[in-house]
C-alpha cells in the first residue's frame, strides 16, 4: 500500500507547492525583473503565441529536470527516486495551468464562459488581475486558487488610491481573447 500511497502523496503535495510557487514567480518574477516576457500577455495582440509562453517552458523544464534526477538511466545509483513524482506533480500542475489559465480564463483552447460557481470565480479573478495597467500593483497572481472577487475589486480600488496601480478605464481589461 505505501508503494502507492507515497508517490500518490508527493505528487499530490506537489500539485499544491505548485500553486504557491506560480503565484510567487507571477508576482515576484513575472511582475518584475521578468516582466520583459510576461509583458505581452497584458497587452493587446492578435498574436497566436506570447513571449509570456517561455515561462511554460521553464516549467516543463523543471519537470524533464525533476524526471531526470529521479530516473536510474540518468543518474545511475545516485538517483533520487521522489523527484520521479515530483516531477509528475509539476507536469500535472501544467496542464492544470493550461486548462483553466490558458483554456478557460483566455479561451485559447475552448469557449465557454461559465455563469455560476468556481469556475466563474477564477475566471473574474483573473480578469481582474488584468484590470491594471502595467506591472505596478495588482491582485489575485495564483492560477489554480481565486480570492473572492469583492475582496479582489476592494483592493483593487485600494492600490488606485494609493497610487500603486493604474487601474483601466473600462471594465473589460485587454489581453487575448478577454
Given at each position: ?17 505548485m ?20 509583458r ?63 483554456g ?19 475566471v ?46 473600462s ?8
Open positions: 500500500m505505501t508503494d502507492v500511497l507515497l508517490p500518490a502523496l508527493i505528487v499530490l503535495a506537489t500539485v499544491a507547492w500553486e504557491w510557487v506560480a503565484w510567487a514567480s507571477h508576482k515576484y518574477i513575472m511582475h518584475g525583473w521578468g516582466w520583459g516576457w510576461h505581452d500577455h497584458h497587452e493587446p495582440h492578435a498574436n497566436p503565441l506570447e513571449k509570456n509562453d517561455l515561462y511554460a517552458v521553464v516549467g516543463a523544464a523543471m519537470s524533464i529536470a525533476m524526471f531526470a534526477l529521479g530516473s536510474p538511466m540518468v543518474m545511475g545509483e545516485h538517483a533520487w527516486w521522489p523527484a520521479t513524482w515530483i516531477g509528475l506533480g509539476i507536469l500535472f500542475y501544467g496542464i492544470i495551468y493550461t486548462l483553466v489559465h490558458d478557460l480564463v483566455h479561451q485559447r483552447y475552448f469557449h465557454w464562459v461559465p455563469k455560476r460557481g468556481y469556475a466563474k470565480r477564477l473574474q479573478a483573473h480578469r481582474l488581475h488584468h484590470a491594471t495597467v502595467g506591472k505596478e500593483g495588482g491582485v489575485s497572481f495564483g492560477f489554480v486558487w481565486a480570492q473572492d472577487p469583492a475582496k479582489l475589486k476592494a483592493e483593487l480600488r485600494r492600490q488606485r488610491e494609493a497610487g500603486i496601480a493604474v487601474v483601466r478605464e471594465a473589460q481589461p485587454v489581453g487575448r481573447n478577454l
